[in-house]
Structures are given as C-alpha cells and as structure tokens.
C-alpha cells in the first residue's frame, strides 16, 4: 500500500533530534522523501543540551534505513541564505518540494520579564519567530513554482495559546507564530498551499529534561524529574506529564496528508487538554 505521504518531500527545520527527527522518520515511514536542517551547536541561552553534528548524521542514517532519500544539512534558521540554500540543493536533489515543517525552536531561560535580558529576548525571537518566517520564506517559492499546492506546518506550542509565568520570550514567540500561520493561509489559499500549527503540551524531549525547567514547573531549586513530572501532570487534563514526540509526528502527518486537504489557518493542540485550564 502507498504511504500517506508517498512520493513527496518534506522540509524540516531542528531534525537532528527531538520532535524534528521524529517528524523526519514519520514522514519517511510514510513515503515521503526529506531535507533536514539543524544548527547542531550551542545557542545562548537556551537551557538543554545542544545537538551535535552527530545527531543529525543519525536522522539522515534512520531515513535511509527506512528507504527513503534525505538531503541533511547543517543551517540556522536565523541565517536565511543558509536556510535557503539548503532548501534549494534538497529540491535539486530530490525533485519537488511538498510539506514543510517549521519545527527549530528553543525554550530558553526562565525568568522574570523585567529581568529578561535584552539579548536573550532578541535570541528568542530571533529563532522561535524569524527562524519560522526564514523557513516559509525560503520554501514558497519552490512550493508555488511546481504547482501542486503543499501544506506547511509550523510548530507553536500550548503556550501560543495561552500564558505562562516567566517565559515572556517564549510566550510570545509563540503566539506570534499563530498569527503568522493565519497571514500565510489567507496569502497562499489560492495556491492550494495550506497552513496551520501545531501546539504540543510537554513533549518527552531534551528541551524539558534540564534542571531550569524541572524547577520552574515544581516551584523550588534543584528539583527532580518525577517532582516536575508531578507539577506537569497538574497542568494536563489526561493524567499524563507529557507527551511523546511520535504524537506530535502523527498530527503532523495528518496536516500533511490528503486527509486534511481543506484545513488551512487551524491551530491544532496535542495538549492533553492543557489549554483547558
């Protein structure tokens, strides 16, 4: 049987590891082709460990072993000309381009607003917002040109819809990226190019398995994960922490899909009823 993404290729940002690479292996699973970018070092700031040249090269070696092509370069989305530069020797290589994923992100420091650096506000806005406006930018032509429509994908998070104490930066990234999905449907409707987010709850990643973010949800210093997991299954509806980045990768897929071929401009929580509260 074809995949639900046979034949296609996808554009995937932050797929060294994490939701990115679990985006990567889902739609390769599926029949699609890939190009993968990620900076693969450290950004300032951010609270998790980076990914490694080596990670990515371990995306590329698991969509092969599933059969399928990859184009895997090394490009930080802040950098536009490498960002396209990367999505248009993926498109030589591989023939089209289909689907694209704006998944790079980072969570960043918590803090207070008014103790927020200004250099840590400009980092985060610079990757979580321009890095997501890089990414479309760079895809729209190859996705107009070939006629076929597409459908992009751009990664929000719970907190695109609502508060969060101590993550200004984030939060507001974040909710910048609701309005530029919206803008981008209303822009590309007539080029069956379709646009939505996604808004994940937790996710079982490196970016929430670190000590700053083990204490800013359990409330005190030197926290440990089951007490995080316990003050993150307060802000869940299901009786979960978090979730796996395989659900996250399922909702992508379903956005990519023909299954979805008239939904564009919608916000898709996998939030385990998180925004609920």
């Known amino acids: 049987m074809a995949g639900r993404v046979d034949g296609k290729v996808a554009f995937i940002t932050g797929a060294a ?3 990115g690479r679990s985006h990567a292996l889902r739609l390769a699973q599926e029949g699609a082709d890939i190009i993968a ?3 693969c070092r450290r950004v300032p700031y951010e609270v998790s460990a980076a990914a490694t040249e080596e990670d990515l090269a371990e995306t590329e070696r698991q969509v092969k072993g599933l059969g399928r092509r990859i184009v895997a370069k090394q490009a930080d989305v802040r950098d536009f000309d490498a960002v396209k530069a990367a999505v248009e020797e993926g498109v030589s290589n591989l023939g089209r381009l289909d689907i694209v994923s704006a998944n790079a992100g980072v969570v960043g420091t918590p803090t207070t607003t008014e103790s927020l650096p200004e250099d840590e506000w400009r980092t985060m806005i610079d990757i979580n917002l321009t890095g997501v406006w890089h990414t479309v930018k760079a895809a729209i032509p190859s996705l107009k040109n070939a006629g076929r429509g597409g459908s992009i994908i751009l990664t929000s998070s719970v907190a695109g819809l609502r508060g969060y104490a101590n993550m200004a930066h984030y939060v507001s990234a974040k909710h910048a990226v609701v309005g530029l999905t ?3 449907a209303m822009e590309l409707a007539a080029d069956s190019i379709r646009v939505n987010s996604l808004h994940p709850t937790q996710v079982n990643t490196d970016m929430i398995h670190n000590q ?3 204490d800013l949800f359990a409330g005190k210093q030197g926290a440990t ?5 316990a003050a993150s299954s307060r802000l869940q509806m ?3 922490p978090w979730v796996e980045p395989v659900d996250i990768s399922n909702a992508l897929l379903f956005l990519a899909s023909d299954e979805a071929r008239y939904i564009t401009g919608a ?3 996998i939030d385990a009823g998180s925004s609920l509260l």
Do not use: S
Not at 225 to 229: G, I, L, R, S, V
């Open 212 to 214: 700053p973010i083990y």
């Open 182 to 184: 919206r803008t981008l």
């Open 238 to 240: 299901l009786p979960v």
């Open 225 to 229: 994960k089951a007490e995080f997991a």
């Open 267 to 269: 916000a898709l929580a």
């Open 37 to 39: 970018i990620d900076v």
């Open 17 to 19: 590891r994490g939701q």
